[in-house]
């Protein structure tokens, strides 16, 4: 175990972890709400700073990132844990691992006192992971050609600490650093690590406080906050929704929705992403293509430049075209980029300059890292 970050000690041997919004109160010998971070005399320790339960590498596609060195891989790695409990995670056998076998249920309350549910089975003592240290973590990356290394699949923050770790090595070492997030984060912690990010892909799941609390174990505040923050200090920042049927999927909501992430920025990408079954939500279907494309629809008359229709490959909707001229620029299928043709940052047919990070892809760009270790 390692001393964690942000907390303060409290009386009668509590702790206040204040890494995330949830500012959970933590008695001797219990966790808070992540799973990950236990109160051991007084002490406030993560679990997971030297675990990791996942590592791939994955095109920068996949996160997904569209803006930021298309064409690319990322080394992506995850550990258990997560400080929400949606109830159709697509990753909860690694995400919701730390907190019991048994899945929460939709009435169970996911904000009780101290965040625990003593009538659940308890946390496993052991944590599942293979050890891991930052330095292993960026060696394994530069040997597998990446360009990035991506904090994913589960949520980077509340690994903090090993993310924080091997993000600063990476960068010593030219490789670049991506938060693949909730965006559950208190203020601090994001001022903390923003020096070290490149870009943050963020879900906004919902508009509305109610679906957050009750789906999801959250609230809509603090995520609409950390976006704008992101974004102010100057990370690339693309936006993810997951379109569920019969819950953000009205004309009201994702306009909504469509109309925040304008505010934030037209340069902002939005991402319309397929839902289908999993985990705890499994009465409703996959989202129908039609709905897909009406929210992209919306995001287009909201003034975002680029809106993406996620998980159904060769729809068309995940090209990206130039918000001047509607020229085709890059054509995608899946994860896989079929082709680029932006030029030195424009459009080849009006020169309007196009958003994001390095957009003429990452042909050359690996000499200036070192040799492999």
Not at 75 to 89: E, P
Not at 275 to 292: E, H, I, S
């Amino acid at each position: 175990m390692k001393e964690a970050l942000f907390y303060t000690k409290l009386a009668e041997g509590r702790v206040r972890c204040t890494l995330c919004p949830h500012d959970c109160s933590i008695r001797e010998g219990r966790r808070g709400a992540c799973g990950v971070r236990v109160n051991r005399g007084g002490v406030l320790y993560t679990l997971v700073a030297d675990r990791v339960v996942s590592r791939a590498l994955d095109p920068i596609e996949k996160k997904p990132f569209f803006h930021f060195y298309p064409g690319s891989t990322s080394y992506s790695i995850a550990t258990v844990g997560c400080n929400l409990r949606c109830l159709f995670c697509q990753n909860w056998e690694i995400s919701q691992w730390p907190k019991g076998r048994r899945p929460l249920d939709a009435h169970e309350d996911p904000e009780a006192p101290d965040r625990v549910w003593p009538q659940r089975e308890a946390a496993p003592e052991r944590i599942l992971g293979e050890r891991v240290t930052p330095e292993q973590l960026v060696a394994a990356a530069i040997r597998s050609g990446a360009h990035s290394i991506a904090y994913t699949y589960t949520e980077p923050t509340i690994f903090y600490e090993l993310a924080y770790e091997t993000a600063t090595l990476a960068r010593a070492r030219g490789l670049k650093n991506l938060f693949v997030t909730n965006g559950f984060i208190s203020e601090p912690a994001l001022r903390q690590i923003v020096p070290l990010l490149d870009g943050a892909n963020v879900d906004l799941k919902f508009f509305k406080e109610d679906s957050y609390r009750r789906i999801a174990g959250a609230r809509l505040h603090p995520i609409l906050e950390a976006i704008r923050l992101y974004r102010t200090l100057g990370v690339w920042v693309e936006v993810t929704t997951l379109v569920i049927p019969g819950l953000n999927d009205s004309e009201e909501e994702l306009r909504q929705i469509a109309e925040f992430v304008a505010s934030v920025g037209p340069e902002v990408p939005w991402h319309v992403s397929q839902f289908y079954p999993a985990y705890k939500m499994l009465d409703r279907g996959r989202t129908p293509v039609v709905t897909l494309r009406q929210a992209r629809a919306i995001g287009l008359e909201a003034g975002l430049r680029y809106v993406y229709e996620g998980n159904v490959p060769g729809e068309g909707g995940e090209h990206t075209y130039c918000y001047t001229c509607q020229a085709l620029l890059i054509a995608r299928y899946g994860f896989v980029l079929l082709r680029n043709r932006i030029r030195q940052g424009r459009c080849p047919e009006c020169g309007t300059p196009i958003d994001g990070v390095e957009m003429d892809g990452i042909e050359e760009r690996h000499a200036s890292r070192g040799s492999p270790v």
